[in-house]
């Protein structure tokens, strides 16, 4: 079995998992009769502290489901340069919400309340009208960075003195919170809205979650049901979910040891550079620098890694439910291996 470091979405479910999902009580949840979601979307609403809760298929849609309850066609949002919502979701802000992003020159994904104050738009008739400020927490492309709780206040505070509303892509919330202690409520308080998954670190199946108002969840309710995110019997996946949610939060601790350990390794090794001091939780992002990333890439797969080339020179890790830690050493020793055969 390969290592597989490419994202923490390739876990697959444990037996435990495996078991709760089995005997999961379900019921058509359009017609809200399933009482595994309806459990799922209480303690998840209940662990961000907002009202309720709607599961989803996918992050995607729970993020694009916020952006189009939030906003009308023709409104501006502001987001980071490299924001999942912005840079990963295949151009859906335009296409289903029909917003425009005006983008932020975040440092890894984080950016300012000046950099909001500098983007506002006057209220002119010429002019969008800004209508969302998003958050991406932890930061995907950023290198799983935390945004610090203290830029998050500011940004709130000035968004809301301007009548704008929040959004926080909260798909590695869940990291956040375990490196930090902050618990995933007193960052969720600060945001009108909270996407989470339940598929990336927790390592379930399927599925994310969006919180809110309740009124704000019943709109969302209705553009689920109109993006084609209506789901039957869901509560085999809901059951995942759950038992990721009460199981498997605080071991991303593991990850985050296992994460930190491999970029030390990492950095010592001459054809790569990263700085191992930014590598806060899961993810680890180095910079290859004589060959391709790619065809380093392809060569780790052959021998037994496998990562992601997120551009011509840069190369994603990302540990995970599946990596254990004497994977790291062996992982490192692969990496040295290929990185010493492309010299
Ligand atoms: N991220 C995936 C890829 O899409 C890049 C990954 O491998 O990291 N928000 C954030 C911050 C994400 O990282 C992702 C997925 C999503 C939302 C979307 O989740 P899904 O894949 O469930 O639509």
């Given at each position: 079995m390969p290592i597989d470091l490419r994202s923490d979405t390739i876990t697959l479910p444990t037996p435990a998992m495996r078991e709760a999902m089995a005997r999961a009580e379900v019921g058509d949840d359009v017609f809200g009769d399933d009482p595994t979601v309806a459990r799922l979307e209480a303690r998840t609403a209940e662990l961000l502290g907002k009202e309720a809760a709607l599961f989803t298929p996918s992050g995607t849609m729970a993020n694009q489901l916020a952006l189009r309850v939030h906003t009308e066609p023709g409104d501006e949002i502001l987001i980071d340069a490299n924001a999942h919502i912005y840079y990963y979701e295949t151009g859906a802000p335009a296409a289903l919400a029909g917003v425009m992003c005006r983008c932020l020159p975040g440092v890894r994904g984080v950016f300012s309340a000046a950099d909001v104050e500098a983007a506002l738009r006057p209220a002119d008739i010429h002019c969008s009208p800004t209508r969302l400020v998003c958050v991406e927490n932890t930061h995907n492309r950023g290198g799983g960075s935390i945004w610090p709780i203290g830029r998050i206040r500011e940004i709130a505070d000035l968004s809301r003195a301007h009548g704008l509303r929040l959004h926080l892509d909260g798909a590695r919330l869940w990291n956040a919170a375990v490196a930090t202690g902050i618990p995933e409520r007193e960052?969720?308080?600060?945001?009108?809205?909270?996407?989470?998954?339940?598929?990336?670190?927790?390592?379930?199946?399927?599925?994310?979650?969006?919180?809110?108002?309740?009124?704000?969840?019943?709109r969302a309710r209705r553009f689920r049901k109109m993006f084609g995110g209506g789901m039957r019997q869901a509560g085999i996946i809901a059951a995942g979910a759950l038992h990721a949610l009460e199981h498997h939060r605080a071991r991303?601790?593991?990850?985050?040891?296992?994460?930190?350990?491999?970029a030390e390794g990492l950095s010592r090794l001459p054809g790569l550079e990263l700085d191992p001091t930014t590598v806060q939780t899961n993810i680890v992002m180095m910079r290859v620098r004589k060959i391709p990333a790619a065809t380093l890439m392809a060569a780790l797969d052959q021998a037994g890694v496998r990562v992601l080339a997120l551009g011509p020179d840069n190369i994603r890790a990302v540990t995970n439910l599946m990596v254990s830690p004497g994977h790291i050493p062996e992982a490192l020793e692969i990496f040295e291996r290929v990185l010493g055969r492309a010299d």
């Open positions: 960052y969720a308080e600060h945001f009108d809205s909270v996407s989470v998954c339940f598929s990336k670190g927790l390592g379930s199946p399927v599925g994310s979650a969006l919180c809110g108002t309740a009124e704000f969840i019943q991303l601790a593991e990850d985050h040891a296992n994460a930190r350990a491999l």
